[in-house]
């Protein structure tokens, strides 16, 4: 089974994990540990720490926390892998051989939300930005200029992106990432769902700045052309956070759009324990994303395809789909809906495994748009639901950084404007509603104004 195994070495072996331009390898922080083959392909990534108000308990995460990525403070993730035959055995052996290992966690398959189904198009793009009013966006001056976006995917054709929206898109090649052992060039991979994922984005924000990582273009043994494994998100992860903590804090903005999941409890480790993923908010990813949204990131996540009327193959969780990072409670979850407000039947619904109220709002999708596909396959999924909603985001943080919006009060008010679609507020299947810039629009107008 690969694992990511969890260890907290010297302060200052840390501080080099930490520190952009010194390099380490995995055999720096975690040589000779007993019956685990380690990835050298894979570079130690640093996981910040938790950290309870004054009183709190250290050992739980279900309370106000900050996340310390002081060198005294964090640990540091590697990858490796222990045989199936051994591993009930060489985990309790890890921890007892060596005092610096903190605890060793599933790294399960992730794969897009590709949509099951072959239904037709619902409307095309330009029905999704008149419904968005992206003009009346525009002239807010919220188009996402000087915002990055990112696109945590399976790589984006910038040319293919250009040639259908129709006008000029922006790539930052120098701030994306591409994981080790994938060949290939930010914005020049082939077209594929990561190319439908920053199409969308620009529907409502077409001057932001997409930034390519294609974490779903690793190749595990014996995996699809479109799977990738947690840790290569762990690592992506961990490259946005030096993209971030570089940008001057007072227009802090990015954007960070995940249409991807994990469909499977097969790659995890059972509910319960340690190592768990789908329902433990201390797994090191969960904590990452954490630390990330504090420094001031948007993050969003597709609620994924296993709705209950059109379920996608893959789902084998039998209940409660949207699982691990997909349901935190500091990313926005997005279900989908096509363009006459009808929740599709394979959006997922909540209650989610690491917070009940999720999806969080839900945003358009099956429609006719980038033609990734083909040219008559439809934009679909929540997939695309889920950069339609992160486009909007990025175009308020054009004039909204973090320092003025946080991210949590950001949410705070996409739930609060969203257009409620149930009788009683809140419901699993539409979240808090449908996103609406509308009541965004005013409600920035009157922050503004006070």
Known sequence: ???????????????????????????????????????????????????????????????????????????????????????????????????????????????????????????????????????????????????????????????????????????????SWVPGGVDGTPGAFEVDHGTMCAFDTLVAAPRATLLDLPVLLSRRQGGSALDGLLSDAVAAYAHLRDVLTAQPEESRALVVSNSWGSFSPRWDFPVGHPGNYSDNPAHPFNVIVAGLEQEGADILFAAGNCGRDCRDGRCAYPDRPIVGANSHSRVLSVGGVDVRNERVGYSSQGPGRLSQRKPDLCAYTHFSGSKAFGDDAPDSGTSAACPVAAGVVAAVRTRWPATRLTPGQLRVLLRRTAEDRSTVGFDYDYGYGIVATEGIRTALRRKGAA
Do not use: Y
Not at 91 to 113: C, H, Q
Not at 142 to 165: P, S, Y
């Open 1 to 175: 089974m690969r694992v990511l195994i969890q260890l907290r070495p010297s302060p200052e072996i840390v501080a080099a994990v930490i520190d952009p331009g010194v390099t380490t390898t995995p055999a720096d922080v975690a040589d000779g540990l007993p019956g685990v083959v380690l990835d050298p392909s894979f570079a130690p990534v640093a996981v910040p720490r938790p950290v309870p108000a004054a009183g709190g308990d250290p050992l739980t995460m279900n309370q106000p926390l900050t996340f310390s990525l002081a060198a005294e403070d964090a640990s540091v993730l590697v990858r490796g892998e222990i045989s199936d035959d051994e591993l009930s055995t060489r985990l309790p052996l890890l921890s007892a051989s060596r005092r610096d290992v903190v605890g060793v966690f599933s790294d399960p398959v992730i794969e897009p939300n590709i949509t099951c189904g072959g239904d037709p198009p619902v409307g095309d793009w330009r029905d999704v930005a008149r419904l968005l009013d992206v003009d009346g966006l525009a002239e807010d001056g919220l188009d996402g200029t000087g915002v990055a976006l990112a696109v945590v995917d399976t790589g984006i054709n910038l040319e293919h992106v250009v040639r259908h929206i129709g006008r000029e898109a922006l790539l930052d090649k120098e701030r």
